[in-house]
């Protein structure tokens, strides 16, 4: 899986949006872009994923630059409880051994 | 999305002792389980991936007679840890791969394990 880099922590005001950024310049053709989330001492969650178009669900939106080459998660109206870090990880949907960086400790304040 | 248990979900115990930490896919049958552990601070690194019905797999540097895995069933994979010291301290996650729409990979709530 391609390399992704990410800035070690993000602060946000609750009610306004997030964006995180992720850096993946070696990305393959067919890896995709996605992003999971862990709040304190619980399991990683699923957020979303993309190919090259930007998606958009109930949790957050994804950004996708034209060239691949990176990414912005966007989570519309940060609350409190989006308090977590964030990893982006690139991968090929049929590996599932997935590899974390650090990811991003986003801190939502009131 | 799938419905992942662990068991239990904090223990404590002394250092010496061995601890089972039991991970269960409640809605669909997992062949294959990956285990994560985390310290503190970090990220997730994977252990090792157990398979149903034949030995596990370890990543380098796990020791695969201090872990030991079992997946003797499509809901169920153990991992114990066998005379637990301070130093496996850590947050164990198991995942099990799902062919689903999205690939999106499910994961377990994480149990917490501290050895004095």
């Known amino acids: 899986d391609a390399k992704t880099t990410q800035p070690t922590s993000m602060d946000c005001a609750e009610g306004r949006a997030a964006n995180l950024p992720c850096n993946h310049s070696?990305?393959?053709?067919?890896?995709?872009v996605y992003w999971y989330r862990q709040i304190h001492s619980q399991g990683p969650q699923y957020i979303i994923h993309g190919l090259k178009n930007n998606e958009t669900n109930e949790m957050a939106s994804l950004i996708i630059t034209e060239d691949r080459k990176s990414s912005t998660l966007i989570l519309p109206h940060a609350t409190l409880r989006d308090t977590a870090v964030y990893y982006c990880i690139v991968r090929v949907p049929s590996n599932y051994n997935l590899t974390f960086g650090k990811g991003t400790l986003l801190t939502v304040n009131p | 999305g799938a419905v992942v248990s662990q068991h239990p979900s904090w223990v404590i115990c002394k250092s010496g002792t061995s601890v089972k930490i039991e991970c269960r896919s409640l809605d669909f049958q997992a062949t294959t389980m990956f285990w994560y552990r985390q310290f503190p601070k970090q990220s997730l690194m994977l252990m090792a991936t157990?398979?149903?019905?034949?030995?596990?797999?370890?990543e380098q540097g796990v020791e695969k007679d201090k872990f030991l895995i079992n997946h003797a069933s499509l809901t169920l994979s153990t991992l114990t840890v066998t005379s637990a010291h301070p130093e496996d301290s850590s947050f164990y996650i198991c995942s099990p791969p799902r062919d689903t729409q999205y690939n999106e990979q499910f994961f377990g709530p994480g149990t917490r394990l501290t050895v004095l």
């Open positions: 070696t990305i393959s053709g067919n890896e995709y």
């Open positions: 157990s398979n149903e019905g034949s030995k596990a797999t370890y």
